[in-house]
């Protein structure tokens, strides 16, 4: 498993990095908080998982400019119905912090105000998500 990858910033737009390790430039798929951390940056160490989608073959890197986002990025997948592109969305709309009150407060309209995110899907999310929070 990969933990991290540090290196020269080749490329940032909002939605990705291209990090040079070594001579191999990495693509990583970031969110809008990851990108406001690393957007003065020529350096950047960026937290990794490592999505592989068996039905298609394809592997991607998702990065976060610390541990605690991509650990919420974890817990976020793990809720049925919210994929790796959804949960990167919601952390592009929400801070760690920000998030973790809106499950915590119960806070349905704020959750399903996240584009491509329902009613159904936020409550979902409330319940699944409480507990571990």
Do not use: C, W
Not at 12 to 26: E, M
Not at 32 to 43: D, G, M, R, S, V
Not at 83 to 88: D, F, H, I
Request: hydrophobic share 40%.
């Amino acid at each position: 498993m990969i933990d991290y990858i540090s290196g020269k910033i080749e490329e940032l737009t909002p939605t990705r990095v291209v990090i040079d390790n070594h001579g191999i430039g990495y693509s990583i798929e970031i969110s809008l908080q990851t990108f406001a951390a690393l957007e003065n940056k020529t350096e950047a160490k960026v937290f990794i998982y490592h999505h592989i989608q068996s039905s298609s073959d394809v592997e991607m890197f998702y990065g976060f400019g610390d541990k605690d986002e991509r650990a919420l990025f974890e817990l976020l997948i793990s809720v049925s119905g919210v994929g790796v592109n959804t949960a990167r969305v919601i952390l592009s709309s929400f801070s760690a912090d920000e998030f973790r009150s809106a499950i915590l407060s119960e806070n349905v309209s704020a959750i399903k105000s996240v584009k491509g995110i329902g009613l159904k899907t936020a409550q979902r999310m409330i319940l699944e998500l409480k507990d571990k929070i």
